[in-house]
Nanobody
Framework: QVQLVESGGGLVQPGGSLRLSCAASGIIFSGATMAWYRQCPGVQREWVAL???????NYAGSVKGRFTISRDNAKNTVYLQMNSLRPEDTAVYSCKAAFARRDYWGQGTQVTVSS
């Protein structure tokens, strides 16, 4: 059974930082493309960043230069380092694993950026 468990969300002031983690099990993690998405209430889910099995990364324009995605294959974990956070970054952040022609999703973790 595939499981993705996110952690690291919380409340942070504008300009602050958070690091999200997504621990995977039930897949060959090193062979998966991992991605982060976010969703605000009433808004379509938005892609944030991805990292391929080979370590290539890509970012949405709204987060480029502020967010960094990385992975630790030994720990079956993908990370999202978020710096210079803005109120508009407030959302539920979820990770996705693309593996063997299937997508798997975690439950998400809430990030709130507010003073």
């Amino acid at each position: 059974q595939v499981q993705l468990v996110e952690s690291g969300g919380g409340l942070v002031q504008p300009g602050g930082s958070l690091r999200l983690s997504c621990a995977a099990s039930g897949i060959i993690f090193s062979g998966a493309t991992m991605a982060w998405y976010r969703q605000c209430p009433g808004v379509q889910r938005e892609w944030v960043a991805l990292i391929t099995s080979g370590g290539t990364t890509n970012y949405a324009g709204s987060v480029k230069g502020r967010f960094t995605i990385s992975r630790d294959n030994a720990k079956n974990t993908v990370y999202l380092q978020m710096n210079s956070l803005r109120p508009e970054d407030t959302a539920v952040y979820s990770c996705k694993a693309a593996f063997a022609r299937r997508d798997y999703w975690g439950q998400g973790t809430q990030v709130t950026v507010s003073s």
